[in-house]
C-alpha cells in the first residue's frame, strides 16, 4: 500500500541487488522491516546508472560482480514480498535490463512477486503512456519523476501517468548529494500538489535526521537510499538497520 | 541529409534520459530545428569552418598505392588536415555557434581518442568559456598528448575511473555533470549517438564531409565514387561521409568497425554485424549495444580507444538494417599493417580510427576494376598516437628516448619544488 495524501512523513529506504551479495540483501531487507521501514525499493543494478552519484554507481558495480541482475531481483522479491506482506516494494531499474527481459513479461513477473510499483529514471512519460492499460490491469504502479526544471505542462502530464506516488527529485544533480529544504523547494512542492492527489515522495539529498524533519508535513514519503547504502557498505547491514530504527524512532519523537 | 521521425530511425534513436534532462535537449532540438534550413546560418558555418579549420579539405589521390594494390583508384578525404587533426572539429564548430545563441557560459563533453575532448578545448578557448571534458582513465594513458593539449589550452580533464574506463563511462560521467549543471552548461555530444537531437544534429554538422566529397569527385573524377569506406565509432565521421550520398543509391557506403583482437565478448566493438549488437536502450537513445542477456552494456575493446564503445549511431543502425551501408570489421592487427602501409606508400600519418576504414576500404580496393573509385574519409591524423604505435613497433632507441626524458623532467619539477 503507498500512503496517502497528508499522511505523517515516511522513509522510503533502498536495496541494491546483488550489493553487498544477495544474501545478504535478504537480511538487509528484514532489518529494514524490523525497523518499521515500510517502503523499500528494489534496484536492479545496471553497468550505466547515469542517474545515480558515485555511492550507487559502486554499489551497482559491485552488485553485478556478486549475481546481481533482473532475474535475480525478481526471484528475491517473490521471497521478500512474502515475508515482509506489512512492507510496499518497488522496483527501480534503469530500463534497458527490463527491455531485456520483455516488458511486458518483466511487468507480469514483477507483479505476480508482489511489487506493486516501478521506478524507470530513464523511461520518459511519452513512452510510458502506451503501457498504463496493462500496468492498471496489473496494479503496478509506474512512479514517474518530477524534477525542478520539468515545465508546467509537463507536470501536469506526468503525474496524469503516475500511479501510488510521484517522485519529487529535490534538487538538480545525481543521486548521493546534499540539498536545501528552503522557501524555492516548498514552492516547487506547491506547484505539484496543484496537479496531483498522489502522496509525495522526495528523493535525492536526504541524509540526516535534519532533513527528515524539514520535510516532515512536506511530503508523505522521504528516499532515504545513498545514506542507507554507505552505511551499509562502511558498517554492514546489522549496524544500517540499527541506525534506521533509531531514526525512526526520533521521527517519531519529532 | 536524412531527417527523423520525431527523433527515431526506424526503430532506432529516441530520447531516454532523466526528466532533468529534457528541457535542455528540447531546447535544443528547437534552436536546431529553426536554424537547420536557414541558408544564412548553413554559410556562417561554412565560413567559420574555413576560416579556422582550412575547409574544404582536400580529396588526394593515393596513386602509388593504387598501382600497388591493382584494384581501384583509392582516393582519401583529408579530414586529417582540419585545424585539431580530426574530423571532431566539425561538429565542435557547429555546436560553438548553438553554445553562443543559447548565451551558456560552460561546456563539456565526453572524449575517448581525445580528439573530440581537444575540438571542445579549442573551441572553449576562443569562445571564452570554461571547459570540462570527461575522459576514461584507461584512454588518458593511451592518449596522453590529447590530453597534455586540452589541459594547456584551459580545460578541465577529468579522469574516470568507472567499470573499463573508456568511452561508454565518459558518456555516462558527463551525463551526470549535465544533470546538475544543464541550465548554464551545454554538452557538446562529440558523435551521432545520445538522445535526440544528437545524433541528427551531428551528423547535420559532419555531412559538410559529404557535401565537399561529391563536389570534389565530380571535379576530379568527372562523376560520383562507386564507394565511400569510413571507420565507425559513435558514427559522426561515417555519416559525415554518407550523408549527401543517401540519395545516390549507386555510391556504396561501407562501415567499418574495430574487430579488435578477436570476437570473443570484450575483445572488441563490433556492433552492426549480425550476432554482435543488440537492441537496447541506454545512454539516452535506443540502438545496437554490445551487452549481456540480463541488458548490462558489455567491455570493448579496439587498439583505436575513439572506436572503442558500446552504442553505435541509430542512423547507421537503421541504414545497416536497411541494407544501405554495409558493416565490415578491421582486427588491430590489419589495422596497424594499413597503418604502415598508407605512411611508407604515401607518407601519410594516419590515425588508428581512421586506419580501420584504410585497412577495410584496402581490402575492398583490392577487389575492384582500376577504372572504379573508392573514397576512404581519413577521419584524422596519427600524431596523438605516437605511444600506440611505437608499442605495436617497439624499438630501442624510443625506450631510451623516454627514460632519458622522464628523469629531465623529474629534475625540473625538483628545481621548480625547490623554490
Ligand atoms: C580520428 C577519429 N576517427 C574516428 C573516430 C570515431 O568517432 P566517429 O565514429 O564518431 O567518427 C574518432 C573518435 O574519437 C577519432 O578521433
Redesign the pocket.
Known amino acids: 500500500m503507498f500512503p496517502s495524501q497528508n499522511e505523517n512523513l515516511q522513509i522510503m529506504s533502498h536495496a541494491v541487488i546483488g550489493f553487498p551479495g544477495l544474501e545478504e540483501n535478504e537480511k538487509a531487507i528484514a532489518g529494514l522491516a524490523d525497523a518499521g521501514v515500510r517502503l523499500i525499493e528494489l534496484q536492479v543494478p545496471f553497468s550505466d546508472p547515469v542517474a545515480d552519484g558515485h555511492t550507487l554507481v559502486n554499489a551497482c558495480y559491485e552488485a553485478l560482480k556478486h549475481g546481481g541482475s533482473v532475474r535475480a531481483t525478481l526471484d528475491l522479491a517473490q521471497r521478500v514480498c512474502k515475508n515482509h506482506p506489512e512492507v510496499t516494494f518497488v522496483l527501480m531499474s534503469y530500463l534497458n535490463p527490463l527491455y531485456r527481459y520483455g516488458l511486458e513479461k518483466l511487468f507480469e513477473a514483477a507483479a505476480a512477486a508482489g511489487i506493486q510499483g516501478m521506478i524507470v529514471p530513464d523511461w520518459p512519460v511519452e513512452e510510458i503512456e502506451p503501457w498504463l492499460p496493462k500496468l492498471d490491469e496489473l496494479g503496478l504502479a509506474p512512479i514517474l519523476m518530477v524534477t525542478p526544471n520539468t515545465a508546467l505542462q509537463r507536470v501536469a502530464r506526468i503525474a496524469r501517468a503516475s500511479r501510488g506516488m510521484i517522485y519529487v527529485v529535490s534538487r538538480m544533480g545525481v543521486t548521493g548529494h546534499e540539498t536545501q529544504w528552503g522557501e524555492k523547494f516548498q514552492r516547487y512542492i506547491a506547484e505539484i500538489r496543484k496537479h496531483s492527489d498522489l502522496p509525495l515522495a522526495v528523493g535525492f539529498g536526504v541524509r540526516t535526521i535534519d532533513d527528515l524533519s524539514a520535510l516532515q508535513g512536506k511530503a508523505e514519503v522521504a528516499a532515504f537510499c545513498s545514506q542507507y547504502i554507505e552505511w551499509q557498505r562502511d558498517d554492514g547491514s546489522e549496524v544500517a538497520a540499527k541506525r534506521m530504527k533509531s531514526l525512526i524512532k526520533s521521527m517519531g519523537a519529532n | 541529409m536524412i531527417r527523423s521521425d520525431n527523433g527515431y530511425f526506424g526503430e532506432f534513436g529516441g530520447r531516454f534520459v532523466p526528466e532533468i534532462l529534457l528541457p535542455a535537449l528540447t531546447e535544443l532540438e528547437d534552436l536546431f530545428f529553426g536554424l537547420r534550413d536557414d541558408p544564412e546560418f548553413w554559410q556562417e558555418y561554412l565560413t567559420l569552418t574555413q576560416e579556422f579549420s582550412g575547409r574544404p579539405t582536400p580529396l588526394t589521390p593515393l596513386r602509388r598505392l593504387s598501382k600497388k594494390l591493382g584494384g581501384a583508384q583509392i582516393w582519401l578525404k583529408r ?2 588536415l582540419n585545424h585539431s ?4 572539429v566539425n ?1 565542435v564548430l557547429g555546436q560553438g555557434l548553438l553554445v553562443q545563441r543559447m548565451g551558456k557560459q560552460r561546456v563539456i563533453a565526453e ?6 575532448g581537444l575540438a571542445t578545448a579549442i573551441m572553449a578557448a576562443r569562445l571564452g568559456l570554461d571547459a570540462t571534458i570527461y575522459m576514461g582513465a584507461e584512454d588518458i594513458e593511451r592518449q596522453y598528448s590529447n590530453v597534455f593539449w586540452m589541459r594547456q589550452l584551459g580545460s578541465s580533464v577529468v579522469g574516470v575511473t568507472t567499470g573499463a574506463q573508456t ?1 561508454k563511462e565518459a558518456l555516462d560521467e558527463a551525463l551526470r555533470d549535465w544533470a546538475a549543471s544543464v541550465e548554464t552548461t551545454h554538452y557538446v555530444l ?4 545520445g538522445p535526440a537531437p544528437f545524433p541528427e544534429l ?1 551528423s547535420y554538422f ?1 555531412s559538410v564531409i559529404s557535401d565537399e566529397i561529391k563536389q570534389q569527385s565530380m571535379q576530379q573524377m568527372g562523376r560520383l565514387p562507386d564507394e565511400i569506406v ?11 561521409a554518407f550523408g549527401a550520398f543517401l540519395e545516390n543509391p549507386e555510391v556504396t557506403l561501407v562501415g567499418v568497425e574495430a574487430g579488435g583482437i578477436s570476437l570473443e565478448d570484450g575483445q572488441h566493438s563490433i556492433r552492426l554485424s549480425q550476432d554482435t549488437g543488440e537492441t537496447g536502450i541506454a545512454q539516452g537513445y535506443k540502438t545496437l549495444f554490445l551487452q549481456n542477456d540480463d541488458g548490462q552494456l558489455g567491455d570493448t575493446h579496439s587498439i ?4 572503442d ?1 558500446v552504442g ?2 541509430p542512423i547507421l543502425a537503421y541504414l545497416s538494417q536497411q541494407g544501405r551501408v554495409i558493416p565490415d570489421s578491421a582486427t588491430d592487427d590489419e589495422v596497424t599493417e594499413a597503418f604502415s602501409l598508407l605512411m611508407k606508400t604515401e607518407g601519410i600519418i ?5 586506419s ?2 584504410l585497412a577495410g576500404g584496402f581490402k575492398r580496393a583490392r577487389q575492384m576494376k582500376p577504372e572504379q573509385n573508392l573514397v576512404i574519409n581519413l ?3 596519427g600524431d ?1 598516437d605516437i605511444f600506440t604505435v611505437a608499442r605495436a613497433f617497439p624499438q630501442p632507441e624510443w625506450t631510451g628516448f623516454l627514460q632519458r626524458e622522464a628523469q629531465r623532467s623529474s629534475e625540473i619539477l625538483k628545481q621548480k619544488g625547490a623554490h
Do not use: F, I, W
Open positions: 579530414e586529417d587533426g580530426a574530423h571532431k561538429n572524449t575517448g581518442a581525445g580528439q573530440h568511452l562529440g558523435t551521432a549517438c551531428v559532419q569510413a571507420c565507425v565509432g559513435g558514427g559522426s565521421n561515417a555519416m559525415g583505436a580507444a575513439g572506436l564503445y553505435v549511431s594516419p590515425a588508428l580510427e581512421s580501420h576504414g577521419s584524422g591524423r596523438k
